[in-house]
């Protein structure tokens, strides 16, 4: 967090911020540039890699075929999609990835739009070590 640059003027009767415009750019630019830094040097030795996983994937959105579309896409990719099918609850909004265990599944993500990965192992079939509910707006 960084306090914007500039300073308070009266205009007239009324207050103004005046935004010191060069300073801006500055702390812009070093803020972001730390937050991708920091991004490039999270640790990644809690990740598993999903590869070595029984996948499922169902669809929880509105597009048919679309666990089938998402099964060969995986697959291509080298992952292990071991049964597809629909979602038999309500539609999801977000797609979900729910995991066995913390660092298994963030390697999908990329795959998906708006997605978050759940540690639930209790929701999860005997067989199945990562179940991928996809959501509304995957396509």
């Known amino acids: 967090m960084e306090t914007l640059p500039g300073e308070g003027k009266y205009i007239g009767k009324i207050s103004y911020f005046i935004p010191d ?12 540039m730390e937050l991708e830094e920091e991004k490039a040097t999270v640790p990644t030795e809690n990740t598993i890699s999903s590869k070595e996983c029984n996948i499922e994937v169902l669809n929880g959105g509105s597009v048919g075929g679309l666990a ?11 992952y292990h999609v071991a049964s ?7 539609r999801q909004n977000q797609t979900r990835i729910i995991v066995r265990t913390q660092g298994m599944g963030e390697d999908l993500k990329s795959f998906f739009n708006d997605t978050e990965v759940l540690v639930q192992p209790s929701n999860l079939p005997d067989n199945i070590d990562i179940q991928i509910v996809l959501g509304l707006k995957e396509k």
């Open 84 to 90: 597809i099918g629909n979602y038999e609850r309500e």
């Open 68 to 78: 089938t579309k998402t099964q060969k896409k995986l697959e291509d990719e080298g």
């Open 21 to 32: 415009e060069p300073k801006v750019k500055e702390s812009v630019a070093r803020l972001f």
